[in-house]
């Protein structure tokens, strides 16, 4: 009890010496405000909206003193120091991090309230998609990466009110499961075409013009939008040498998220104004129609408006319009009347993680490989928890045990731990010798009589492998 007060205390410490504006009195800008409301009414309603605009502005003129207020700055450091994460191109780590600003904080809040502030190249960094090919990261310094976190609380409030209802990604108190129950409503009234529409490498092709035009549309500060802009050019370093951005926001900073919603809120605002039931999450939009026939007239003339108004490049091949039994959506498959179920791509990127963490050569504690099991397994198990999954978790419970078995087997090396190990666990000599001195590779001695004997289910458990399936079942008591 005292080591955890101390080490409260030892945090708040930690928060006070970075004390960003001791002096300046913090007005925090009122995300409440209703910004419509600052307009009489007008028939027109295009003139509305610009008058609006326009008082918005007027009101976010100084939108930088409140990025830099002590209370907002600090809350940002807290942020990126619970999200870890690895350094940038400069190498200054997280706990570099607090004794780089106690030294240069005055010099880091003067460059952002006179707007001098230049963000470092980012890190690129290249991970595999779950689906094939490579997505593409840019790593800010844990710098910008505080700047940028610290722009985000204050842009935040004030655009999430503007987007649709039925944008989901990257919003609080959203999630892919209100995208699900959402999309599920619709194929429930219905409308069992969908169309998909996949946006081909949409971070790496955001035009930064068009960004930068609809992020004036909310703020009036020149200050803020010229360093958001510096943000956006910030070059890439990629094996020692930067590369120059002239467009995309890579994925990887803080403020990516939320600039992609505000570049796709014109395209979730065109399709409410053509009247269509559509579900966004992040660049992946669903649009549910009634016939084959509407859903290829919609396909067609939204590509268009994708393609020509936002400058961004429709994936013709990953594309479709469809029956939602056909096609995915968040990992998960639609079935008519709005039913889910876990989709075949899922299922099977399950595996390929399993796989790596229960590959016989890894050289690990059979300790370890159970929790990373179980540390995987329970998260995903409960991702996708509102699906009809019980017959495939219980499927894929034989198969990890299967697997399990298989590396225990192995940690066995040569015939006499083989016949060792299957004796103390209840085999009969003769048994656990015909099998330790069988030829059969690894994965065919698993399926024996003998393993499986010796490593039944309830022996799995007593040694912590958690079941999918009785996990599913306690999450939808």
């Known amino acids: 009890m005292q080591s955890s007060t101390r080490m409260e205390q030892q945090k708040g410490k930690e928060y006070q010496q970075l004390s960003f504006l001791e002096t300046m009195e913090e007005e925090p800008l009122r995300h409440d405000q209703d910004w419509d409301s600052v307009t009489e009414p007008r028939p027109d309603k295009e003139q ?26 600090n809350e940002a450091y807290k942020h990126v120091k619970a999200n870890d994460g690895a350094a940038g191109t400069d190498g200054m780590t997280i706990k570099d991090m607090l004794e780089w600003l106690k030294t240069n904080k005055e010099a880091l809040i003067t460059s952002l309230l006179d707007g001098s502030y230049q963000p470092q190249s980012v890190k690129g960094v290249k991970i595999p998609k779950p689906g094939g090919g490579e997505r593409q990261l840019g790593i800010p310094t844990v710098v910008d990466r505080l700047v940028q976190q ?10 999430d009110p503007t987007f649709s209802e039925s944008s989901f990604g990257f919003r609080a108190k959203r999630s892919a499961h209100g995208a699900l129950k959402q999309a599920q409503q619709y194929v429930a009234e219905g409308r069992s075409i969908v169309v998909d529409i996949d946006l081909e490498k949409f971070f790496d092709r955001v035009n930064h013009d068009m960004v930068l035009a609809r992020l004036a549309r909310h703020v009036g500060d020149k200050r803020l939008l010229r360093i958001v802009r510096r943000f956006l050019e910030a070059g890439m370093m990629e094996n020692g040498i930067v590369i120059e951005r002239k467009e995309g926001t890579p994925q990887g900073g803080p403020l990516s998220p939320l600039l992609a919603n505000l570049m796709l809120d014109d395209l979730d605002k065109e399709l409410e104004r053509r009247g269509h039931r559509f579900v966004r999450y992040a660049d992946d939009c669903n649009i549910y129609v009634r016939t084959q026939a509407a859903g290829e007239r919609v396909m067609n003339s939204i590509s268009q408006y994708i393609e020509g108004r936002l400058k961004l490049k429709v994936n013709r091949e990953k594309s479709a319009v469809a029956p939602v039994e056909k096609r995915k959506f968040l990992g998960h498959r639609l079935l008519r009347g709005g039913r889910l179920t876990i989709s075949p791509k899922a299922l099977e990127g399950a595996k390929t993680r399993i796989r790596a963490i229960t590959r016989r050569n890894r050289g690990v504690a059979f300790e370890q490989v159970i929790e990373e099991l179980n540390k995987f397994t329970t998260g995903w198990v409960t991702y996708f928890r509102y699906a009809e999954a019980k017959s495939k978790l219980r499927n894929l419970d034989s198969w990890i045990n299967e697997k399990v078995r298989c590396y225990r087997l192995k940690q066995c090396k040569r015939a006499k731990g083989i016949a060792t190990f299957l004796r103390a666990q ?17 994965w065919r001695k698993t399926k024996t009589a003998q393993v499986k004997r010796a490593m ?14 009785a996990r599913y079942i306690a999450l939808n008591q």
Do not use: F, Y
């Open 48 to 73: 509305q909206i610009r008058a609006a605009q326009r008082r918005r502005r007027a009101i976010t003129q100084n939108l930088m003193q409140v990025v830099c207020t002590r209370g907002n700055l």
């Open 456 to 469: 039944k289910t309830q022996w799995l458990r007593d040694h912590g492998l958690k079941s999918l399936e």
């Open 150 to 159: 610290a722009i985000l609380q204050v842009l935040e409030p004030l655009l």
């Open 426 to 442: 209840g085999v009969p000599e003769k048994q656990a010798w015909m099998l330790a001195g069988s030829g059969k590779g690894w």
